[in-house]
């Protein structure tokens, strides 16, 4: 492999126009006009997404178009297509023929792949951020963490020719059973829009170090970063066809619950697009990794350190404007600690919601006009249920970004038989729920259908101790408040927060995106044909 591959991706078109960024604020648009002049399968000015087919990015011809909006201004960024059908058949033959070829790559080959992309990223980090920031709404601090969260998978994938070792065992006298991984072949990847960057390097790095090819389909909503990284494993040397870049909604996605050609699909995303994934793609036979939804809890005992257990909580309630699976949305105050809401009310009024290109801000916009809709809805739930509104975002103002999407942090207090406590509200709010005792908490997080992830903040070893071993969840964390586990390890969220039985990353990643094949081998030494020649007198006896 070689980075000269790169001469073989079609240049830009310089007929290509692009769309007024007037719209844009100030600090944006050098930024948006950057990325459209030097990367070739997005746009931020306005122009067109392309696919991204057999190592080309590819005008769509479809009809049928998606506007992705910079969530602070509305101003329209790029146009995705709904590729067609027959486009997307070109991807999956394209990823089919790679796959006869970079299946048999050696080990040594796909692990130089891996280093040289990590290596691109990190080169073009900037870049992705500025992409996340303009079309996701991020801030700028935020959305360079979604990059290096992905980077550390793509740094962890370098370790496979260690990780994808075999297993060998004589098993009687010249007999030796041996058992490979093989990859399965043509992979998709279904990423969510709150981590534009982290979830397609969830899937790319491991599905192609392991012999696999994929098809990725972005969200509609802000494939800008994903078509970049499109472009840096060209870049870093993967050869034509083993990444394929689709766009889409429903019909896409059903495309890829049904092709045949498709072994395995992954899905991050919400609970009805992660039921539907899961029940078509398996009925299809095939393999199906799937995130869904989640409401994690944070437990804060009185004899927890105040200022830890409150910065944490509301780092993690209402960072990325609380559009996180992992975000801490139910904080649990236990006994006495109840007397600190006031206090955790009054930090988050402080923080700043702006522009994400705007400096010292704290968190940015909601992806849409939808999603600020649904989320205002869930907090006027709580009152109109019973419950009280102790920090109200709901008509917060951000001085130069009037047409934005933004809600301020919230902070509701109320019970577990509230809407704003079952729903996933996926925005900057807090439900706060109050506790006796630890034992009753525990019975709280419990019962509760998602099983994603839970905290809790104390100084007792035996405190934490009873809640680890006693909480159903399956990432835990003990005064850590966001407990996702580095890609050393695998993710692993539990109930009803997933679907299938392999997680995402570390040796689970290994091993969905693998096969075993078991060979048994009898080759008797007394048979060798080698043995050396005799000199002695024959005798015919």
């Keep these: ?28 648009r050098p930024k948006a006009e950057s990325l459209s002049a030097t990367w070739q399968g997005t746009s931020a000015t306005g122009g067109n997404t392309k696919n991204f087919i057999g190592g080309a990015f590819v005008d769509s011809k479809t009809t049928q178009w998606h506007d992705v909006l910079d969530p602070s201004t509305q101003t329209l960024l790029t146009r995705v297509p709904e590729t067609t059908m027959e486009e997307f058949d070109q991807a999956v033959d394209a990823a089919s023929q790679a796959f006869k070829s970079w299946s048999k790559q050696s080990v040594l080959a796909r692990q130089r792949f891996a280093i040289e992309l990590q290596y691109q990223i990190r080169q073009n980090a900037d870049a992705l951020a500025h992409s996340i920031v303009l079309e996701q709404g991020k801030t700028l601090a935020d959305a360079h963490g979604d990059v290096l969260r992905g980077l550390q998978v793509v740094e962890t994938a370098i370790g496979i020719t260690s990780n994808i070792v075999g297993e060998k065992l004589e098993v009687s006298k010249d007999m030796d059973t041996e058992v490979r991984k093989l990859p399965l072949g043509v992979c998709a990847s279904i990423a969510p829009f709150n981590f534009p960057a982290m979830i397609p390097l969830w899937t790319i790095p491991l599905a192609t170090v ?18 970049i990284i499109a472009e840096l494993c060209a870049r870093a040397g993967l050869p034509e066809g083993v990444v394929n870049v689709v766009h889409g909604t429903v019909p896409v996605v059903n495309r890829i619950c049904d092709h ?66 992992m975000a801490v949305s139910v904080a649990v105050l236990v006994g006495a600690a109840q007397s600190w809401l006031p206090e955790l009310v009054e930090r988050a009024s402080k923080l700043n919601v702006n522009g994400g290109f705007e400096e010292g801000a704290d968190l940015g916009p909601l992806i849409s006009p939808a999603s600020k809709a649904r989320v205002t809805g869930l907090i006027a739930s709580c009152a109109d249920e019973g419950g009280r509104i102790h920090l ?3 008509n917060v103002q951000v001085p130069g970004y009037s047409a934005g999407n933004f809600v301020g942090p919230t902070v509701l207090e109320g019970t577990v038989e ?15 729920i109050t506790s006796d005792t630890l034992d009753n908490a525990l019975d709280i997080i419990n019962k509760n259908k998602y099983g994603n992830g839970a905290v809790i903040f104390t100084q007792s070893g035996a405190t934490a101790r009873k809640f680890e071993s006693g909480v159903n969840v399956g990432q835990v964390g003990i005064n850590v408040p966001i407990p996702v586990p580095l890609p050393m390890f695998a993710w692993s969220g539990n109930k009803g927060s997933v679907l299938g039985d392999i997680g995402f990353y570390g040796k689970s990643g290994i091993n969905f ?14 048979d060798a044909i080698g043995n050396k020649a005799s000199v002695d007198m024959p005798t015919h006896h």
């Design 418 to 432: 509230m809407r704003c406590y079952r729903e996933e509200i996926f925005g900057p709010v807090l439900t706060v």
């Design 513 to 526: 995106y693998t096969q075993n094949k078991t060979t048994t081998s009898l080759w008797r030494q007394e």
């Design 210 to 227: 392991t012999g696999n090819t994929l098809i990725l389909k972005p969200s509609e909503r802000d494939p800008g970063a994903a078509m």
């Design 392 to 394: 109200d975002g709901r």
């Design 260 to 325: 045949e050609a498709i072994k395995a699909v992954s899905f991050v995303g919400g609970d009805r697009a992660g039921r539907h994934i899961y029940e078509r793609a398996t009925k299809n036979g095939k393999r199906v990794q799937a995130n869904l939804g989640a409401k994690n809890h944070a437990v804060i005992m009185p004899d927890a350190n105040k200022n830890l257990a409150l910065n944490s909580i509301i780092g993690a309630a209402f960072g990325a404007a609380g559009q996180r699976c």
């Design 1 to 28: 492999m070689s980075i000269s591959r790169l001469a073989r991706i079609p240049l830009r078109s310089p007929s290509r126009s692009y769309a007024t960024t007037a719209g844009l604020s100030a600090l944006a």
